[in-house]
């Protein structure tokens, strides 16, 4: 299911003093089961383009197509599109309502007219895809939960109208490390398993890099980058140019290379420029300098710290 954009345009309140152009003329074309991550800066217009991905904005020009299907023209049923693309918003847990988790997870479901019996299947379905258990959570308030647990049902509630797309918006926005690692991890074996299409919009290079086949850079509306993580993390100076970073990995390479180190000059993560440093130092002879260098370079103290 191809997700297509063709010339996108979005500009809010046209016509009037107050308007901005949000989204310039973007084009793309979105793969069947394709990790793709969304980079940033604020009001660069990452969160307005997957907006208009399913039909939540519509554009001022262009016209984006899902699965054959101009999702942009009068009669289309946002609520079939939505079927197959869905959003998770930033902070999803303020969206929760119902009285039960259950409830909560049933209520897309529900309003899409199916059976009692799928309904509830397809609610044991999601809280298990979000690694919370059935018999624990489903009768339970959503708010008598923590925060991360609040946040998967949401994604659960999402998750339970069976899209062939998922779309997060910043999904570990405000979780603390362990959360937000447990968070990551959870997206990596959806996307393995359930051979789904992602895409995440992240602020963090740390985050994306390891998850995602493909990057889409973006910059006052337009898309400025596009290519494999390590396509656009080796180009340290335009990602800095446009306000934003790079891995730690990636920007102890280059520190490293600018010390006249001869090394790869597309590595991004911390072990790999690790073990690139034992392999350079392990072919001049010297292992016990490989070890020493390897381990100091990778240490958190010398590592830049998340964009």
Known sequence: MPIEVEHLTHTYLPGSPFSSTAIHDLSLTIEDGEF????????SGKTTFVQHLNGLLKPTEGRVIVDGVD?????????????KVGLVFQYP?????EETVAKDVAFGPKNIGLSKTEIDERVRWALEQVELDFGEVAGV???????????????????A????????DEPTAGLDPRGRRAILAMIRRLHAENSMTVIMVSHNMDDIGPLATRLLVMNRGELVMEGTPREVFRRHDEMLAIGLGVPRGAELLYRLRQEGYP???DLYTLPEVRDALLSLYASKGDASAARTQA???A?????????
């Not at 793709?36 to 009001?43: D, E, F, K, S, Y």
């Not at 942009?72 to 079927?83: A, F, I, N, Y």
């Not at 847990?93 to 309502?97: A, G, I, P, T, V």
């Open 93 to 97: 847990e303020y969206q929760l309502f």
């Open 161 to 168: 109208m069976k899209p062939k797309t998922l779309i997060l």
């Open 141 to 159: 308030s959503p708010f008598e939960l923590s925060g991360g647990q609040m946040r998967r049902v949401a994604i659960a509630g999402v998750l």
């Open 299 to 307: 240490s958190p103290k010398e590592a830049t710290p998340d964009a």
């Open 36 to 43: 793709i991550g969304v980079l940033g800066h604020t009001g």
């Open 295 to 297: 381990a100091d370079s």
């Open 263 to 265: 090394l790869p000059d």
């Open 71 to 83: 999702i942009t023209r009068k009669g289309v049923s946002l609520l079939d599109v939505r079927r």
